[in-house]
C-alpha cells in the first residue's frame, strides 16, 4: 500500500490510519475492502455510527431515489419535505410509543455541536455555569464538549483553560464496592463541599471511549433522583451507544409513565430505556442517518426550549440526505422488535465468546464488560496488550479499536445487522490473535470448552 501521499499532505493529527495502515476503497455491510482487493471484518462500524452496515442497500436505494428527483440537499434550517418526513418518522416510531414529548434541535451535524447545544441550554434555563460530568466520559473536542471530556490527551490539545465542568466519579471507578452516587450526593448536600451548584449532570450509560464501562440502572436511577432533588437538568449523551446499540425490550408503558400504543414491539432505541428514567436532554449523532451521513440531533423537554432564533446556528444543520436515511432506517429496522431481538442474540453470542476466551486464559488477568453489541475485552493496564492483539487481529482480517484511559480495552463494535457467520469469523480470529499474541509472551492458555460460542 502506497501511504506516501497522506504522509506528505495530511496532519499529524490523523489517528486511525496509522491503526489500519491500508488503503480502503469499496465497503458493503460488514466488510470493508482495500485497494489490493484483500477484505475486511469489521468490527468498528465506524465508531459506532454504521449501525446498519457500509452501503446499506435499502438506505442507499432510497436516497438514490432522493437525488433523481432533484430533492433538496442542502437547507440550512429551513423547512423541507425530507426534514418534515424525518421528524413525523421519528415521532411515529420512537417517541410515541415511548411516551417522550421532546423538542427537536437540528445543530450542525457532529455529535460534539449536539453536546455544545445541550449545555449551551442547560445553563441558559438554570441561570449556573457549573455542570458535573464522569471520569473517563467523552463528549467531544470542541469548546464545551471538551470541558466535559476527561481524558488528558485530549484536554491538553485544547490549548486554553477548560473550566465549569466538576468531575464525579463515575459507577465502578473506585471497584465495586465503593457507592459513588452517594459520594456525589454527599457532595452536593454539604455547602461547604467546594461543589458549585451545577446546572446540569452529562452522562454517557456505557462509556465507548473511556473503556466500555457500563452505568448500572440503580446508579441511573440515583442519578436522576438526584437532579430532580437538587435542580440539576440531566442529559444523557446517546451518541455513540443510542440507536439501539446496547439492545433491549420496550417496556411496557413509557419512561414519563404514559402508555405505549397497543400493537408497539419495537424494542430499546435509546440506551437509558432499561433504567426507566426520563432525561430532560438528550443528544444523538453517530448512526442517527444510518448510513454514515454527517447529522446530530438534540431532544430537549419541551419546556426547556428557551432559544432565540438562530441563537445556535450553523450551516450545514440541515443535511437532508441524512434525513431521507435516517427516516428510512426507522421504517425499515424500528417499526418492529425484530432488530432489537437480532442484537439480543448477537450478544449473549459475543459475551460468551469473550467470557470463554477470558477464563481459557485465566492467567492473562482478562475480563470482558459491556452491554448490547458494545463489549470490550478488558486487558491489564501497562503492556499494550490489547492495541498488539487488535493490530494482529487486523493482519488476520479485522479491523477493530481499542478504548480507555490506558487503550488497555479491546473494543467489539460490529454492525446491528451483521450476519451471524461474520460475526462468529470475526470472534475466531479474535481469539486466535489472543492465543498468538499471548503464546509468544509464554502465557499457555488453559483450554475450555465455549458454550453458545460457534466454536
Known amino acids: 500500500m502506497d501511504l506516501k501521499i497522506f504522509d506528505r499532505m495530511e496532519s499529524e493529527v490523523r489517528g486511525y490510519v496509522r491503526s489500519f495502515p491500508v488503503i480502503f476503497s469499496k465497503a458493503r455491510g460488514s466488510e470493508l475492502i482495500d485497494e489490493d482487493g484483500r477484505s475486511y471484518i469489521d468490527f468498528f462500524s465506524g465508531a459506532g455510527t454504521l449501525n446498519y452496515g457500509h452501503n446499506n442497500p435499502v438506505l442507499r436505494e432510497r436516497m438514490m431515489a432522493y437525488l433523481e428527483s432533484d430533492g433538496v440537499t442542502h437547507g440550512l434550517d429551513m423547512a423541507t419535505s425530507a426534514k418534515k418526513y424525518f421528524m413525523q418518522t421519528l415521532d411515529r416510531l420512537v417517541l410515541e410509543p415511548r411516551g417522550l414529548d421532546y423538542v427537536l434541535q437540528f445543530t450542525g451535524p457532529t455529535g460534539t455541536n449536539a453536546v455544545e447545544a445541550a449545555l449551551k441550554i442547560a445553563r441558559q434555563v438554570k441561570g449556573r455555569q457549573n455542570v458535573i460530568s464522569f471520569t473517563h466520559g467523552f463528549h467531544g473536542v470542541s469548546g464545551g464538549s471538551l470541558a466535559a471530556t476527561a481524558n488528558r490527551k485530549f484536554r491538553k490539545a485544547a490549548g486554553v483553560a477548560l473550566g465549569n465542568i466538576s468531575f464525579m466519579p463515575y459507577d465502578g471507578y473506585f471497584g465495586p464496592d465503593v457507592n459513588t452516587m452517594a459520594y456525589l450526593e454527599r457532595m452536593l448536600d454539604d455547602p461547604s463541599s467546594g461543589l458549585d451548584h451545577p446546572a446540569a449532570v452529562i452522562v454517557e450509560t456505557v462509556q465507548g471511549e473511556g473503556g466500555v464501562n457500563v452505568a448500572s440502572q440503580r446508579w441511573l436511577r440515583e442519578l436522576e433522583r438526584l437532579c430532580r432533588r437538587h435542580d440539576m437538568l440531566l442529559i444523557v449523551d446517546d451518541i455513540q451507544v443510542g440507536c439501539g446499540r446496547t439492545g433491549g425490550a420496550l417496556a411496557a408503558g413509557s419512561s414519563q409513565g404514559k402508555s405505549a400504543p397497543s400493537g408497539g414491539g419495537a424494542g430499546a432505541f435509546f440506551s437509558f430505556e432499561a433504567a426507566g428514567i426520563s432525561p430532560d436532554i438528550v443528544t444523538l449523532?453517530?448512526?442517527?442517518?444510518?448510513?454514515?451521513?454527517?447529522?446530530?440531533?438534540?431532544?430537549?423537554?419541551?419546556?426547556?426550549?428557551?432559544?432565540?432564533?438562530?441563537?445556535?446556528?450553523?450551516?450545514?444543520?440541515?443535511?437532508?440526505?441524512?434525513?431521507?436515511?435516517?427516516?428510512?432506517?426507522?421504517?425499515?429496522?424500528?417499526?418492529?422488535?425484530?432488530?432489537?431481538?437480532?442484537?439480543?442474540?448477537?450478544?449473549?453470542?459475543?459475551?460468551?465468546?469473550?467470557?470463554?476466551?477470558a477464563h481459557s486464559h485465566r492467567g492473562a488477568g482478562l475480563g470482558v464488560r459491556g452491554r448490547g453489541l458494545i463489549q470490550g475485552l478488558v486487558t491489564p493496564v501497562g503492556d499494550n496488550l490489547a492495541g498488539r492483539i487488535a493490530r494482529r487481529a487486523f493482519e488476520q482480517g479485522v479491523v477493530i479499536e481499542t478504548s480507555g484511559a490506558h487503550d488497555e480495552v479491546l473494543k467489539v463494535l460490529p454492525a446491528l445487522t451483521i450476519a451471524r457467520e461474520q460475526l462468529q469469523q470475526g470472534m475466531e480470529i479474535i481469539e486466535r490473535s489472543v492465543g498468538e499474541i499471548l503464546a509468544g509472551e509464554g502465557r499457555r492458555p488453559r483450554m475450555l470448552k465455549v458454550a453458545g460460542g460457534g466454536q
Open 285 to 357: 449523532s453517530k448512526s442517527l442517518s444510518g448510513f454514515g451521513l454527517p447529522m446530530a440531533l438534540v431532544l430537549l423537554r419541551r419546556e426547556l426550549d428557551v432559544w432565540e432564533p438562530g441563537a445556535h446556528s450553523g450551516t450545514f444543520r440541515g443535511n437532508n440526505l441524512a434525513f431521507v436515511t435516517a427516516a428510512q432506517a426507522l421504517e425499515s429496522y424500528w417499526a418492529d422488535g425484530a432488530l432489537s431481538e437480532e442484537v439480543a442474540a448477537k450478544e449473549r453470542l459475543v459475551r460468551d465468546w469473550l467470557e470463554n476466551l
